[in-house]
């Protein structure tokens, strides 16, 4: 078993790969971590909260790591007096969010394969569980399909989940970001997953996805983005937005000073997250249902109804 330092080196490197499952270590590192310090007698509120934080900052971009903490942290604040209830209050809290995180996962997965058809040439960005899944039972079910992944850069999540799913026999095409344009014409779907979504229906996802999205828009191809609904980042609703995640200038260019590209009239940038409007989104596929962006709150929220037309 791993110890919370290992699970937030896990998020700090990488390794760890997907909104859903980041946002699952990030409950446990958080729970592990209390333990730790509840246990070494060191355990007192301040150095709690901060480490809170410091999971939130490390994964700015993350709704299911941004609600997971903050719902965590409230449990905290409200049991700080009796570490024992807490402490079963936080066990219950994450073994539950896992057990519905996975399930949710399962839905999508299922609603999505059923939507696969024979024949079909489906255009990825970047690595989600969830797409994952959704193939894995799409080929249980006998589909014939292909996969257009783009590569993703800069940590090429799209390499990586290419050679996940030509190591189960379907047949990748992976290609370079700049490429999407050219291989465009060729998709019949685009499916793209999430790491937090907006009461609006804006969709926050790496880098590139809003490139995708509104070459599909021009190609007139339907955009489907698997996501659970537990990544919606409520403070959307009064204009607040999360901030988008800036990783090492190295990764895309080594910076080191004998490297005849590096000067200082260069700057490097490194964003490494951005916002997808809803109109650029023709569907979410959630464990609630097949959705159109506007009807996000509605379902999420049911007793708070918003006007939307599911045309």
Same mark, same amino acid.
């Given at each position: ?39 070494s007698g060191s355990w007192y509120e301040e150095k709690v909260l901060e480490f809170g934080e410091r999971i939130k900052t490390l994964k ?90 783009? !590569?993703? #850069? *800069?940590? @090429? $999540? ?14 990748? %095409?992976?290609?370079?970001d700049a490429a999407v344009a050219h291989y465009m014409p060729k998709a019949t779907k685009v499916l793209v997953g999430a790491d937090a ?47 988008? !995640?800036? #990783? *090492?200038? @190295? $990764? ?14 260069? %700057? ?20 609630k249902g097949l959705i159109k962006p506007c009807q996000l709150m509605n379902v999420a929220l049911p007793d708070r109804k918003e006007h939307?037309?599911?045309?």
């Amino acid at each position: 078993m791993k110890t919370w330092k290992q699970l937030y080196a896990g998020l700090e490197d990488m390794s760890v790969k997907g909104g859903s499952d980041i946002g699952i270590v990030a409950a446990q590192a958080f729970l592990d971590y209390l333990k730790d310090h509840i246990n070494s007698g060191s355990w007192y509120e301040e150095k709690v909260l901060e480490f809170g934080e410091r999971i939130k900052t490390l994964k700015p971009s993350m709704g299911s790591v941004h609600n997971a903490i903050d719902d965590l942290i409230t449990i905290f604040k409200t049991y700080r007096n009796d570490a024992q209830r807490m402490l079963f209050v936080m066990d219950e809290y994450v073994s539950h969010y896992q057990q519905e995180t996975n399930q949710a996962l399962n839905k999508i997965a299922e609603l999505f394969s059923s939507l696969i058809e024979d024949g079909d040439q489906l255009l990825t960005h970047s690595f989600t569980r969830s797409v994952l899944l959704a193939f894995d039972q799409a080929l249980a079910l006998g589909k014939k399909f292909s996969v257009i992944s783009a !590569e993703s #850069r *800069p940590r @090429n $999540e799209g390499t990586y989940f290419a050679s996940l799913l030509a190591g189960k026999g379907l047949d990748v %095409t992976l290609i370079t970001d700049a490429a999407v344009a050219h291989y465009m014409p060729k998709a019949t779907k685009v499916l793209v997953g999430a790491d937090a979504l907006y009461t609006d229906g804006t969709v926050v996802n790496k880098m590139g996805t809003l490139n995708v999205a509104i070459i599909a828009h021009e190609f007139h191809k339907p955009v489907y983005v698997l996501t659970i609904t537990t990544k919606l980042y409520l403070p959307s609703l009064f204009g607040k937005h999360l901030i988008m !995640e800036r #990783r *090492p200038v @190295n $990764e895309v260019l080594e910076t080191e000073p004998d490297n005849p590209v590096v000067s200082s009239h260069l %700057t490097v940038e490194n964003i490494f997250f951005e916002e997808i409007p809803p109109e650029y989104i023709t569907y979410l596929v959630t464990e609630k249902g097949l959705i159109k962006p506007c009807q996000l709150m509605n379902v999420a929220l049911p007793d708070r109804k918003e006007h939307c037309s599911a045309k």
